[in-house]
Nanobody, 128 residues
Framework: VQLVESGGGLVQTGGSLRLSCVVS????????IGWFRQAPGKEREGVSC????????YYTASVEGRFTISTGNAKNTVWLQMNNLKPEDTAVYYC??????????????????????WGQGTQVTIFS
């Protein structure tokens, strides 16, 4: 399985970016695709997730209402539309797959350790 992220960049506070994740090599019909981020000196954080089987989504509270995860008919590309960006959104963003219908969410936290395959990441930097 290969995942390739793109779309990161440098934008001003309040701006928008659209991240893409192209997935190839998946052999399971039902899987979850998640977006995670890691800022310098901070732990990795689950941002959003999409279940391929029913389209259900997950968002961490800090991005709810600002970020939207989606996929196309072919389901080999997943996008993360990020609006009203804030400096605290600055991080390297990774997409990852979990070969199960729904991701594991403990409390309100998307559990990264269940995700099997990861992309190389794309840098998002928000300046004020």
């Amino acid at each position: 399985v290969q995942l390739v992220e793109s779309g990161g960049g440098l934008v001003q506070t309040g701006g928008s970016l659209r991240l893409s994740c192209v997935v190839s090599g998946l052999t399971f019909d039902d899987y979850s695709i998640g977006w995670f981020r890691q800022a310098p000196g901070k732990e990795r954080e689950g941002v959003s997730c999409l279940s391929s089987s029913d389209g259900s989504t997950y968002y961490t509270a800090s991005v709810e209402g600002r970020f939207t995860i989606s996929t196309g008919n072919a389901k080999n590309t997943v996008w993360l539309q990020m609006n009203n960006l804030k400096p605290e959104d600055t991080a390297v963003y990774y997409c990852a797959t979990y070969e199960a219908e729904h991701p594991v969410v403990a409390g309100s936290t998307l559990m990264a350790e269940y995700f099997d395959h990861w992309g190389q990441g794309t840098q998002v930097t928000i300046f004020s």
